[in-house]
């Protein structure tokens, strides 16, 4: 498949967009689970480890948080971006911010995800993602 700068960055976009729950929005969750493959690891990297997790590992606790009350006003979006790959694999190198309401009070955000690809049936489905959040408090970090 050819290494469609659009649809890759649709895909990123759709990625990010799928978090946002301002303005009383809900979060889709279930389109993430069609843009993940069926066996997608999400990694963070902090300064207390990495944390790894199968995509309904990964979803769970985010859907309480963004549903719950605990995180409100949330967004998160790409400020730059790069792809890389050929054939069937490709990559996306993703620098972020974010900013939303953690427990009532205020935060920003901002990171650096590495996202990976693959095609399958003619479009680009996520199989991992490593993210680092370059946030000055992580134990903040949503």
Sequence with gaps: MDLDGRRIGELVFEFYSAFDNRGGRVPDFRRLREIFSPDARIRRVSLAGIDSWSLDAFLVPRIALLTGGGLTEFHEWEVAGHNTGGGSIASRWS???????????????????????????????????????TAADPQRSA
């Design 95 to 133: 620098e972020y911010a974010k900013v939303g309401f953690l427990d009532g009070v205020e935060f920003r955000g901002s990171g650096r995800k590495l996202i990976q690809m693959i095609a399958k049936d003619g479009r680009w489905l996520i199989d991992s993602i490593l993210w680092e959040d």
